[in-house]
């Protein structure tokens, strides 16, 4: 029997639970390929859709999230093949359409997609063994995946261009203080952390979580003003729901708030 691609569980206990999915390709270090992508994509629209689900955590395990896109697969492609199938485009970028949040909990090599993976996750918690890098250029390519552009708007042009041309890898204390990672932890406490990081999450009003997350990738993504403007439209919808009623009038009776998801 093959191993599954991926493998997922349900962790907590609240209205709304965390949906883990673990890459399970340890022999190749997580490599990733077409057939892991279809079935990760699919399975992060499926918790996107559940209501019972209100956070995503991706992780690998303690030696690798991802070693990058499967390599002995990528050999055999040319032109035609990666531009005629539209590689990478077609089921790779699925993250990006899931409204609740994700994060990336992340241990041991996180290369080329993996890394490009971990950046489309909305935070990232790494153990203290983590290693970051885009070393596509030794295999004579470049990152294909968002490196290119994710990795300075994270860490600056002159860390990403010493990355991509290089080829070289950064320790995790190198990617928290250049701002890739939001926070560095013991690597056997990876998984406990990014599970209560998400459990927080889960006790929040889904609606105010998903357009909090499409303001910051706003901030991410474009101009300063644009920027600003959705924030204040996003601002002014979110008193039209009633989970700003309860959240402020559990504040102001000294109460938990009972969020309702709408
Ligand atoms: N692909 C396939 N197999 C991999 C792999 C990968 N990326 N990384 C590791 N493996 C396999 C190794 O071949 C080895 O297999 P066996 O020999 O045991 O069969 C096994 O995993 C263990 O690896 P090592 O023996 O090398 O382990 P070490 O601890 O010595 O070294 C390492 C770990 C991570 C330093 C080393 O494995 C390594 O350098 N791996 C390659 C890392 C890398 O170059 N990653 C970037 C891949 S390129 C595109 C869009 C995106 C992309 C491409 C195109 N388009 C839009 C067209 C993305 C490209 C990439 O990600």
């Not at 290693?131 to 994270?154: C, M, N, S, V, W």
Request: glycine fraction near 10%; charge should be neutral; proline fraction near 3%.
């Amino acid at each position: 029997m093959t191993e599954p691609l991926i493998l997922t569980e349900i962790h907590g206990d609240g209205a709304r639970r965390t949906a883990l999915i673990r890459i399970n390709r340890p022999k190749q270090l997580n490599a990733l390929n077409d057939a892991l992508m279809v079935e990760m994509g699919q399975a992060l629209i499926g918790f996107d859709r559940d209501d019972s689900i209100g956070c995503i955590v991706i992780t690998g395990n303690e030696k690798a999230f991802a070693a990058g896109a499967d390599i002995a697969a990528m050999a055999k492609y040319d032109y035609m093949h990666v531009h005629q199938t539209e590689y990478i485009t077609r089921n790779w970028e699925t993250l990006l359409q899931v409204r609740k949040p994700v994060i990336a909990a992340v241990a041991g090599f996180a290369l080329g997609g993996g890394c490009e993976l971990a950046m489309m996750c909305d935070f990232i918690i790494a153990a203290d063994n983590a290693k970051f890098g885009q070393p596509e250029i030794k295999l004579g390519i470049i990152p294909g995946a968002g490196g290119t552009q994710r990795l300075p708007r994270a860490v600056g042009k002159a860390k990403t261009m010493d990355l991509v041309l290089t080829g070289r890898m950064m320790d995790v204390q190198e990617a928290e203080r250049s701002g890739l990672v939001s926070r560095v932890v013991p690597a056997d406490k990876l998984l406990e952390e990014a599970l209560a990081a998400a459990a927080a999450i889960c006790a929040y009003s889904g609606p105010s979580l998903a357009l909090a997350k499409a303001c910051v990738n706003k901030a991410f993504e474009g101009g300063l003003r644009d920027g600003i403007d959705h924030e204040r439209r996003i601002f002014h919808s979110l008193f039209a729901t009633e989970d700003q009623k309860e959240g402020m009038d559990a504040f102001l009776n000294k109460r938990a708030p009972r969020f309702r998801q709408r």
